[in-house]
């Protein structure tokens, strides 16, 4: 007995032991959780809701939509703050950024000389390349209407320029980090009623707003000298006076 009692505690140790060896690394003391290796994703419906749910300090949920994109859950809560992330998703992609924007997009009458607005286009314009104002174009009917022609007939294909809707899991991170913000403060508005969190959320908001101006800054390349696309202009560059 005594024997199987000390065959158990060596093995014990060396198990302890080789656990131990597993945290140094050339001689260097390497903390466990270094070790362990955590995936980092873009955000989801799911995640997006859940730091709603956590800024107004409720419990998050583990299931959102089934797998015919119903939502699972019965909780009005959930629901309403499901809404509000569909409508703040509306709302910012809404103003047209450089992700969702698209000039001089071709839309081509049915046969019946017809062109159908699709669901997911926001916004939508004669392009500035047709400046002679022979078309002014609205949305009636969920159809193009000419009201300088007024009729729903086009004769010739029509350039718009066209404003998107994407869903959410479509949409870069940082625009997914500030529509969660956003919408969190409307949670805290709308839901809990408490002043004083609501201004700590519109200051995360307020962050998160300038890294959207910064993604779209860069993304997409804006001059003031208003050049269009396939066109090009070298700057100057001061290192170029040495060559002379």
Same mark, same amino acid.
């Given at each position: 007995?005594?024997?199987?009692?000390?065959?158990?505690?060596?093995?014990?140790?060396?198990?302890?032991?080789?656990?131990?060896?597993?945290?140094?690394?050339?001689?260097?003391?390497?903390?466990?959780?270094?070790?362990?290796?955590?995936?980092?994703?873009?955000?989801?419906?799911?995640?997006?809701?859940?730091?709603?749910?956590?800024?107004?300090?409720?419990?998050?949920?583990?299931?959102?939509?089934?797998?015919?994109?119903?939502?699972?859950?019965?909780?009005?809560?959930?629901?309403?703050?499901?809404?509000?992330?569909?409508?703040?998703?509306?709302?910012?992609?809404?103003?047209?950024?450089?992700?969702? +924007?698209?000039?001089?997009?071709?839309? #081509?009458? !049915? &046969? *019946?000389?017809?062109?159908?607005?699709? $669901?997911?286009?926001?916004?939508?314009?004669?392009?500035?390349?047709?400046?002679?104002?022979?078309?002014?174009?609205?949305?009636?009917?969920?159809?193009?209407?000419?009201?300088?022609?007024?009729?729903?007939?086009?004769?010739?294909?029509?350039?718009?320029?066209?404003?998107?809707?994407?869903?959410?899991?479509?949409?870069?991170?940082?625009?997914?980090?500030?529509?969660?913000?956003?919408?969190? +403060?409307?949670?805290?508005?709308?839901? #809990?009623? !408490? &002043? *004083?969190?609501?201004?700590?959320?519109? $200051?995360?908001?307020?962050?998160?707003?300038?890294?959207?101006?910064?993604?779209?800054?860069?993304?997409?390349?804006?001059?003031?000298?208003?050049?269009?696309?396939?066109?090009?202009?070298?700057?100057?560059?001061?290192?170029?006076?040495?060559?002379?």
């Amino acid at each position: 007995m005594q024997m199987l009692v000390l065959l158990v505690t060596l093995r014990s140790v060396t198990t302890t032991q080789q656990t131990l060896n597993l945290l140094f690394i050339r001689g260097l003391r390497v903390p466990l959780f270094l070790l362990m290796t955590t995936p980092i994703a873009t955000d989801t419906e799911l995640s997006a809701v859940n730091s709603i749910l956590g800024s107004i300090g409720q419990s998050p949920i583990t299931q959102l939509k089934s797998a015919t994109g119903a939502l699972i859950s019965t909780n009005p809560e959930i629901s309403y703050i499901y809404n509000l992330l569909v409508e703040v998703t509306k709302d910012v992609l809404n103003e047209g950024w450089h992700f969702n +924007t698209e000039e001089h997009v071709k839309i #081509v009458p !049915d &046969a *019946n000389k017809h062109i159908s607005i699709p $669901t997911n286009m926001l916004r939508y314009d004669i392009h500035d390349g047709q400046i002679t104002r022979n078309l002014d174009v609205v949305k009636r009917e969920g159809k193009l209407y000419d009201k300088v022609n007024h009729t729903f007939e086009f004769s010739n294909d029509v350039l718009v320029d066209a404003t998107y809707l994407y869903d959410f899991e479509d949409i870069p991170s940082a625009f997914q980090r500030y529509i969660i913000a956003k919408a969190s +403060t409307r949670a805290a508005t709308q839901l #809990v009623g !408490d &002043a *004083n969190l609501a201004r700590l959320l519109q $200051t995360q908001e307020a962050q998160n707003r300038a890294n959207v101006m910064e993604y779209d800054t860069q993304q997409g390349d804006h001059s003031f000298f208003g050049f269009r696309e396939e066109q090009g202009y070298d700057a100057y560059q001061p290192y170029k006076a040495l060559i002379r």
